[in-house]
């Protein structure tokens, strides 16, 4: 895993990247089920409760398991991946609790 900080001109972090590098086959067909496993995991940031972001991991883990069973995705990149993942929903489970709309709809 690679992680690039975005500085701007005041000395701030503007943003952060995090790259994990995959490691798998499949060819194309391969490659566009990363590509939607990486869309999932930047939708846990449109989530709007804990429960939506609860579903959405569920959801993750099913499509990044079913990578891996299928070769997409070697064992240990799965692990890596999955572990990022248990960190942002961290993150989005303490937004969404900050913005007060814990179990609400």
């Not at 701030?12 to 798998?24: C, D, F, H, K």
């Not at 409760?49 to 959801?59: A, G």
């Not at 942002?88 to 609790?97: G, H, K, S, T």
């Amino acid at each position: 895993m690679r992680s690039k900080t975005i500085i701007n001109s005041k000395g701030q972090r503007q943003a952060t990247r995090i790259e994990i590098p995959i490691e798998g086959a499949g060819g194309e067909l391969g490659q566009r089920a990363v590509i939607n496993l990486t869309s999932l995991i930047a939708g846990l940031k449109n989530m709007k409760t804990e429960q939506d972001v609860v579903t959405h991991y569920h959801i993750i883990c099913g499509f990044a398991t079913c990578c891996e069973l299928c070769g997409f995705m070697t064992e240990k990149s799965t692990n890596d991946l999955m572990h990022m993942v248990e960190h942002l929903v961290e993150n989005e489970l303490a937004r969404v609790e900050a913005e007060g709309k814990g179990g609400q709809e």
